[in-house]
């Protein structure tokens, strides 16, 4: 019952930002912005990109919202946006590579900075020990909490291939977060 | 198996809430709306991939347009190296013609009067009776002589020297010139010029009718310049290059006269030490005959490098009053469905009038089937003949000469030859598409339609599919 008020709240949403109302927009920004930024900034690994990317996406967003289609959930068209936006940078700057442990270390600490280091630090070595295309999958799949299907259409892959690479990175990750939680 | 479903969802949980706690880290910054709201008025920079007029060309970016532009320039390749094949095959049959033995000479001799074809016909030995060039027009009276008939009877064929060959090359020229004498004398003053000499030289006839024969010899290197410059002295009537290849006759006979010199020095040795007047007899006797046999190999060598190395052109000069009520001749091209029928058809034709076949040739060029014969018939033939012939298929090209009055020989009589010449040009009619353009366009389209597939199975297998909407 709560999931459909909030697929019919969503679906108003577009429709209202689809007549142009900015105020509409403004709450769809505000509900996926940190789903948004969080995925950016895990591919990319840099804060100031990560925003400019989201910004982006949430402009390509507004422009096509007419194209969009009521009825369908809204988040995986904005990750797909966004993951669009991130790989086609990505590969105009032939960086595909993750750089967290630059990045990370020159985040602000906060308010537990021992807590923090060790959070960057399992997050440096979970990202390390994936492909880039795992990453993205797991990303997708775990942080953005798409489905596979909604990854596949995301990355432009076969459903199949999603699963296949969900469960590579898995049985990759599996030893890792399970040394992490000995830790 | 159970367990390892749970162990895959245990893990699966374990992921799902390491990234839960990242998120919560992990937040935009407060202020996204405030620059975002600015920016809802601009034109976006970049459309959304996938839904615009870039649509196509984001289709063939990458391994795509790899792939297309491989499949083009394979299919260019292709083109391009048919088309060089082509050109060399063409030009290599030409070279073998010119390092061919007189075995293999299209043009052939003809002593007896009757109708006769010397030619390499069947065309099994063709690629290397690629004589003539690959133009369908017949050639005129004049450059036809080039590979045409001597006023003998004796047919050659074109060929300069090839390096590294042995090869005697020959030539024949019949010159109209209007004074014999001063011809006389430029043929020998030209052979000189360029190193040769005046072999033998004879004239007869009257101021007005005044005819001579001329052999010269030219160094070979100077041949197709002698011959050019010849040309250029008088109306060429008749003209015939000849080249016989003797590499191999060469090489026997040096081979037999290091064998016989070898065996010279034996005798010798054994005469040095022969004991007996008996045995130095017996031993000289045969050393006789030894030193008599390498002085004969000596002898041939040295002729055969004499021949190969100078060029023998017997050039034939007379005055334009002799050709007074000469015979009509005539040039023919026609371009027919199937030359063998077409040449069978002459044959009967001809034979059948009591003309004769000077020679007939059949090449192939590019999978073009050729003939080019040289007939004679009578006078009161001719227009029968070249109408007939002209029948055939589509006229190219004709050309008639005329004579002023008809000569005795023009009326057929058992004791005089035929003596009007037909120069006749059998060409097959087909168009552009030879077979073997036809294979290098078939097998680039074929390449070409793989690759397409195989593109298309690719994209389709997800091989090449772009990670974008």
């Known amino acids: ?183 | 198996m159970k367990d390892e479903k749970n162990n895959f969802n245990n893990v699966e949980q374990k992921v799902q809430k390491f990234f839960l706690k990242q998120a919560e880290s992990l937040k935009a910054g407060k202020d996204l709306w405030s620059k975002l709201e600015p920016r809802l008025d601009e034109k976006p920079k970049n459309t959304e991939p996938g839904k615009t007029k870039g649509r196509f060309w984001q289709w063939l970016a990458g391994p795509r347009l790899i792939a297309i532009s491989s499949s083009v320039a394979v299919v260019l390749i292709l083109v391009v190296a048919g088309s060089l094949w082509l050109t060399n095959n063409n030009a290599a049959n030409s070279r073998t013609l010119a390092q061919s033995d007189k075995s293999n000479i299209v043009w052939g001799f003809n002593g007896s009067g009757g109708p006769v074809s010397t030619a390499t016909y069947p065309p099994q030995i063709i690629p290397q009776t690629t004589i003539v060039a690959t133009t369908t027009t017949m050639p005129s009276a004049a450059v036809l002589g080039a590979v045409g008939s001597t006023s003998n009877g004796v047919y050659y064929a074109a060929i300069p020297n090839a390096a590294g060959k042995q090869v005697i090359s020959q030539a024949s020229i019949s010159l109209e010139v209007s004074n014999v004498s001063t011809a006389i004398t430029q043929v020998e003053t030209l052979a000189q010029n360029l190193g040769g000499s005046v072999d033998n030289m004879s004239s007869s006839g009257a101021q007005n009718q005044q005819q001579a024969n001329v052999t010269i010899r030219v160094p070979a290197n100077q041949f197709l310049t002698a011959l050019n410059q010849l040309q250029s002295m008088g109306t060429v009537e008749s003209q015939n290059i000849n080249s016989q290849d003797v590499t191999q006759q060469y090489i026997d006979l040096q081979a037999q006269l290091n064998s016989a010199q070898l065996e010279e020095q034996s005798l010798q040795s054994i005469l040095a030490k022969a004991t007996t007047v008996s045995d130095e007899i017996a031993i000289q006797q045969q050393l006789t005959q030894v030193i008599a046999q390498v002085e004969n190999l000596q002898g041939q060598i040295n002729y055969m490098q004499n021949q190969v190395a100078m060029s023998t052109i017997a050039v034939n000069l007379n005055t334009p009053a002799q050709n007074v009520g000469q015979a009509p001749s005539g040039t023919l091209s026609v371009a027919v469905s199937n030359v063998d029928n077409s040449l069978a058809s002459v044959k009967q034709l001809v034979s059948g009038v009591n003309g004769i076949i000077n020679s007939s040739t059949v090449s192939f060029n590019d999978g073009k089937e050729s003939a080019y014969l040289s007939l004679q018939v009578y006078t009161a033939n001719f227009d029968q003949v070249m109408n007939a012939i002209g029948k055939y298929g589509k006229i190219e090209q004709k050309t008639i000469q005329e004579s002023g009055t008809t000569q005795s020989s023009g009326t057929q009589q058992s004791n005089s030859p035929p003596n009007a010449n037909i120069y006749l040009s059998l060409t097959e009619a087909t168009g552009f598409w030879t077979p073997t353009h036809i294979t290098i366009v078939a097998a680039g389209s074929a390449i070409l339609a793989i690759l397409i597939i195989v593109l298309i199975v690719a994209g389709r297998a997800g091989l090449l599919r772009r990670r974008s909407a």
């Open chain 1, 1 to 183: 019952m709560i999931e459909q008020q909030t697929v019919m709240t969503e679906n108003d949403m577009v429709r209202r930002c689809q007549a142009g109302d900015r105020e509409a927009f403004r709450a769809v920004v505000e509900k996926y912005q940190n789903i948004l930024y969080g995925t950016a900034y895990l591919m990319t690994g840099n804060r100031t990109t990560a925003e400019d990317h989201v910004q982006e996406a949430f402009l390509a967003a507004w422009k096509n919202i007419s194209s969009f289609r009521t009825g369908y959930p809204l988040k995986p068209w904005l990750v797909r946006i966004l993951v669009n936006k991130v790989i086609s940078y990505q590969r105009a700057n032939a960086n595909t590579m993750i750089s967290l442990d630059t990045n990370l270390a020159a985040d602000p600490a906060g308010d537990d900075p021992a807590e923090e280091i060790a959070r960057r630090d399992q997050l440096k070595r979970v990202m390390q020990c994936l492909s880039n295309e795992q990453r993205q999958v797991v990303l997708l799949r775990y942080f953005a909490g798409l489905s596979v299907a909604e990854t596949a259409a995301a990355l432009g892959r076969r459903q199949g291939t999603i699963k296949s690479q969900t469960y590579r990175a898995l049985e990759q990750l599996k030893d890792l977060i399970e040394d992490d939680n000995r830790q």
